[in-house]
């Protein structure tokens, strides 16, 4: 013979909502069960409690819904809660606080900032898409980027940036400052915010960061033989480093790209049978298709990793990380173990960035060299033209000058090779 709390179950699990009505189970000790049609048209069963408060006045809180929580479970549930009513707590309000704890992250400066990032980024080219969410993600977010959105203050921001500041990117940190001023301005016209004094308090604060120092040149001027012992010593200390790291370090000089374009090859862009390196445009600092002509030291450098690398994605496949490239860092770090220091006052100056100086400071001013054009070399180094009108009209492809820069990067290797063994 069924228990009263067996039929009481059955009962339960058999109601039926009526439309426009709700059917009240009394499951006793102030535990009720609403029986309802919601707007789908479906049968709903929600868990209600009576119950009195510390004061004496009766109550009601909505404990949850039937079948996830059990009869047995709510009667558990409901006694959990007339006992914290004694004690004082105010339980419509804990459970309906629980209900919405999603709510309470939503409008963290991070949330609002990706959201901002997320609207932006189609208007962007891939690389300064990449270059503001790493501005973000690297500086801002590890300092507030879970407090909401109007808590966050100008001390905040200054902590943030002085560290920025203090490892000498200035640069940097008013890049970033014009990004939290974006993104507030973004808040305040989605309708979050509530105050937005800060964006003009930060409009102010961005006018008085300390101004970034003038840029040193990437590269010193340096002789043929200083040339020669630099280009030795990275053949020479090769097997100090990562197979990756060597071959980087000895093929920048022949190409004449920037570090990060080099550290991020792909095998995919490579053309040895046409001695040919096709970048794309997301990869390029001008953000235009971009074709190297090889050297041949170049395709020797680039034939002598291949069997250690070519079934990789990248060219220079870090050692540590799974699927991405070596960086950029790891390249410096090697120049400067090998007694190149990063400022003049330190002694034998020169960073990775230097090797795009050193063929163009050659290139225009060697006398072997004379016979070359400027728009061929600067080509090479992937620049703009410096004449908006020339440009207009001077329509460039990558393929343009193709057969005269192939010509000059073989020489210039050459006359590198060649100093290099002089040393």
């Known amino acids: 013979m069924a228990t009263k709390s067996q039929s009481l179950e059955l009962t339960i699990r058999n109601a039926k909502g009526v439309k426009g009505e709700t059917n009240v189970i009394s499951c006793g000790a102030g535990l009720e069960l609403w029986v309802t049609i919601n707007q789908s048209g479906q049968t709903a ?4 409690l009576r119950y009195t408060d510390a ?33 004082g707590v105010n339980v419509a309000k804990a459970k309906a606080k629980e209900k919405r704890p999603q709510i309470q992250n939503t409008r963290t400066f991070e949330s609002v900032a990706t959201a901002w990032l997320n609207k932006k980024t189609p208007e962007w ?18 300092a ?34 014009s990004i939290l001023i974006n993104v507030f301005e973004y808040a305040d016209l989605m309708g979050f915010m509530e105050n937005p004094v800060i964006i003009n308090r930060l409009t102010r604060y961005r006018k008085e960061m300390p101004k970034p120092t003038t840029k ?30 060597g071959v980087a370090l000895r093929l920048a000089p022949y190409v004449m790209l920037r570090p990060l374009e080099i550290c991020e090859a792909e095998w995919e862009e490579i053309d040895l049978n046409a001695a040919e390196w096709c970048i ?31 079934a990789n994605k990248y060219v220079f496949p870090s050692p540590r990380k799974h699927n991405a490239p070596i960086s950029t860092a790891s390249l410096l770090q090697a120049i400067r173990r090998i007694g190149y220091a990063s400022t003049k006052e330190e002694g034998n100056s020169f960073c990775t960035h230097g090797f795009r100086g050193m063929a ?16 061929w070399i600067e080509f090479q180094l992937a620049h703009a033209q410096k004449d908006r009108i020339r440009a207009a009209y001077n329509i460039l492809t990558p393929r343009s000058y193709l057969d005269e820069r192939r010509a000059m990067v073989q020489s210039y290797a050459d006359f590198l090779d060649e100093l290099k063994t002089k040393s």
């Open 45 to 48: 069963k929600r868990w209600n």
């Open 55 to 87: 004061n004496g006045k009766r109550q009601k809180a909505r404990i949850g819904s039937y079948p996830e929580l059990s009869l047995a479970k709510a009667r558990a549930e409901a006694e959990d809660l007339k006992a914290s009513a004694k004690s």
């Open 125 to 142: 080219d891939d690389a300064h898409a990449k270059r503001q969410k790493e501005r973000l993600v690297g500086n801002i977010f590890p």
């Open 144 to 177: 507030f980027g879970d407090v909401d959105i109007n808590a966050v203050s100008m001390e905040h921001i200054d902590n943030a940036l002085a560290v920025v500041i203090e490892r000498g990117a200035r640069e940097t940190a008013q890049r970033i400052c």
């Open 216 to 245: 040193r040149h990437l590269y010193k001027e340096m002789s043929e033989g200083e040339i020669g012992v630099l280009l030795k010593s990275l053949e020479e200390f090769k097997g100090r480093w990562t197979l990756q790291t």
């Open 280 to 310: 794309p445009a997301a990869r390029m600092k001008m953000s235009r298709d971009h074709i190297v002509p090889l050297p041949r030291q170049a395709v020797e450098l680039f034939l002598e990793i291949r069997p250690f690398s070519g």
């Open 360 to 375: 163009s400071t050659t290139l225009n001013q060697h006398p072997r060299f004379q016979h070359l054009k400027e728009d």
